[in-house]
């Protein structure tokens, strides 16, 4: 049974026709790049995951339930704009997870906190935007979880914290969970990714190994993405 499948999934927005025939499983164990240009689907798809929105047609399953309470359990979800109350200290928010999820690692919070520098008596409201993403990330991926879906997880963070909140995901997440990233910066995270599916006009266009696809195409995934979304 597939960690994730999503059966002939659609979403409109009025006479808005945003995701057209979704088909997709996601095994257990990999790392997966959700890719594509602005306003072709990929957030419409991540809530539907998220039941944050609710199918025009077809169906999502989490190890084979329809998406609701349980699913919540089973998926970290990073989203590309923060939810947290920014006048709660770091301390505060570590505490309001502890509360709320049964499977967060309070202890391993702190260390990634510590790791980033990153002050946990400070308020996010004093804190940088980049600040403040590598404090929801770390409080994602503290997180027990079967799958995780990172939503631009790296978009304000500069060059030289990337390669660490990579290393992050790689080493942080549960042995047999997959986590999928969707993300613009296609050369950064190509280096940790197993499967790429890339969607296009809210249809997937291609979802495959990226070993498999560099061989075929003879390029990196960055320059076929390039290629295959040129303007």
Do not use: W
């Not at 339930?65 to 006048?87: C, F, M, N, Q, W």
């Not at 296609?186 to 940790?192: L, N, P, Y």
Request: aromatic share 6%; glycine share 6%; net charge negative.
């Amino acid at each position: 049974m597939a960690l994730l499948e999503c059966k002939h999934l659609y979403k409109n927005f009025g006479d808005r026709q945003i995701l057209t025939d979704i088909n997709l499983a996601i095994p257990e164990g990999k790392i997966i790049g959700l890719l594509g240009k602005n306003g072709t689907g990929k957030s419409t798809l991540i809530k539907l995951i998220n039941d944050l929105l609710t199918p025009s047609e077809g169906e999502v399953l989490v190890k084979g339930l329809p998406v609701g309470v349980e699913s919540k359990e089973i998926i970290a979800y990073l989203p590309e704009r923060t939810y947290l109350d920014k006048s709660m200290t770091v301390n505060q928010v570590i505490q309001f997870f502890a509360d709320f999820y049964r499977n967060f690692d309070s202890e391993k919070a702190r260390k990634l906190l510590a790791d980033l520098d990153l002050d946990p008596t400070q308020k996010l409201n004093k804190m940088s935007k980049g600040m403040q993403e590598k404090v929801q990330l770390v409080l994602v991926m503290s997180r027990k979880a079967d799958l995780y879906i990172l939503d631009e997880p790296l978009g304000g963070v500069d060059p030289a914290t990337r390669d660490y909140i990579l290393d992050t995901i790689l080493t942080n997440f549960n042995e047999g969970a997959s986590v999928i990233i969707s993300t613009h910066l296609i050369q950064d995270i190509e280096r940790i990714l197993d499967e790429v599916i890339f969607i296009d006009k809210g249809k997937i266009i291609c979802h495959e190994e990226c070993d498999t696809l560099r061989e075929r195409e003879g390029g990196s995934i960055d320059a076929i993405f390039r290629r295959m979304f040129k303007c």
